[in-house]
């Protein structure tokens, strides 16, 4: 459930962005088909720009579109920004529409995670070295205690 505002607290970094060679009208009648709102929202002048917060993780969402046809869906929610462009592509019955995303708080969380992947690897590698090494010790004790037993020098 969404509520639309009028200004945010913070700017949403992550955004996707595409090209549509649609009029704005057609992706307001997909926002007021598609959002639960008090009212419809009407176009203004200039293109299309909603600010919503999400009332469940109180997050927010840009929509945004040019006359050009550029539409922007800025959310720091990739899985968010996913579903909302496959919504519109249903909608507008699209088969292969390109999309430019960019989500750097996902990406930082990716490279912490991949750095941590990198270090158990180390880690494990480093023990395996030292299990080796025991083992071809192990053996080598074992031999010595054959021998010894053999000898009669226990």
């Keep these: 459930m969404y509520c639309v505002c009028d200004t945010l607290k913070e700017e949403p970094k992550g955004s996707a962005k595409f090209h549509l060679n649609e009029r704005v009208q057609r992706i307001l009648l997909w926002v007021n088909q598609n959002f639960l709102l008090v009212d419809d929202l009407e176009l203004k002048q200039?293109?299309?720009d909603i600010c919503m917060l999400a009332l469940r993780t109180n997050r927010p969402l840009?929509?945004?579109?040019?006359?050009?046809?550029?539409?922007?869906?800025?959310?720091?929610?990739m899985?968010?920004?996913?579903?909302?462009?496959?919504a519109i592509a249903t909608f507008l019955k699209l088969d292969n529409v390109p999309l430019v995303a960019d989500f750097p708080d996902e990406m930082s969380t990716l490279a912490s995670t991949l750095q941590q992947?990198?270090?158990?690897?180390t880690t494990r590698e480093a023990l395996m070295a030292d299990m080796a090494d025991n083992?071809?010790?192990v053996r080598s004790l074992v031999?010595?205690?054959?021998?010894?037993?053999?000898?009669?020098?226990?």
């Design 46 to 48: 200039g293109g299309l």
């Design 117 to 121: 992947i990198e270090d158990y690897s």
């Design 135 to 137: 083992s071809s010790v």
């Design 62 to 77: 840009v929509l945004s579109m040019e006359q050009s046809g550029q539409v922007a869906i800025r959310t720091d929610d």
């Design 143 to 154: 031999v010595r205690a054959e021998d010894a037993r053999l000898l009669g020098d226990m």
């Design 79 to 86: 899985a968010l920004a996913g579903e909302i462009f496959q």
